[in-house]
């Protein structure tokens, strides 16, 4: 985890904003993966696509990317972006094998918060 990011916070603002953009995986009552995700207007995001380590290798955030980008579509969405750190070669497999391509893009940030650490995005 990053030290200017955080999922409790996030996690809070998206129940309150749009609830029903956030899955839920479990299995007999415990939760073992979950996705965020949300729809711009003109293109899809997944946002913090997590799987229990014990569960990974199992299907779990395979099943919860199918139904981000299968809701994403219902809503007309075009194309769906996700953002992996460079050095995260086992995320980056994962996508890629789900058909991710990276994009020729920059990403740039701006904090907007003065309270979380602006060292980096």
């Not at 946002?47 to 290798?57: G, S």
């Not at 955030?61 to 579509?73: A, F, H, P």
């Not at 972006?81 to 740039?108: I, K, T």
Request: some cysteine.
């Amino acid at each position: 985890m990053r030290p200017w990011n955080d999922p409790d916070r996030d996690l809070a603002t998206k129940l309150a904003e749009r609830w029903e953009e956030l899955l839920v995986a479990d299995e007999g009552g415990a939760v073992v993966g979950t996705a965020m995700f949300g729809f711009d207007g003109h293109r899809g995001w997944v946002y913090y696509l997590a799987v229990e380590p014990d569960r990974q290798r199992s299907g779990v955030g395979r099943s919860l990317m199918n139904e981000c980008e299968q809701r994403l579509k219902a809503r007309g969405c075009p194309k769906i972006n996700l953002m992996v750190r460079g050095d995260n070669q086992a995320a980056r497999g994962f996508y890629a094998d789900l058909g991710y391509e990276p994009s020729d893009v920059v990403v740039l940030g701006k904090r907007l918060d003065a309270d979380r650490s602006s060292t980096s995005q």
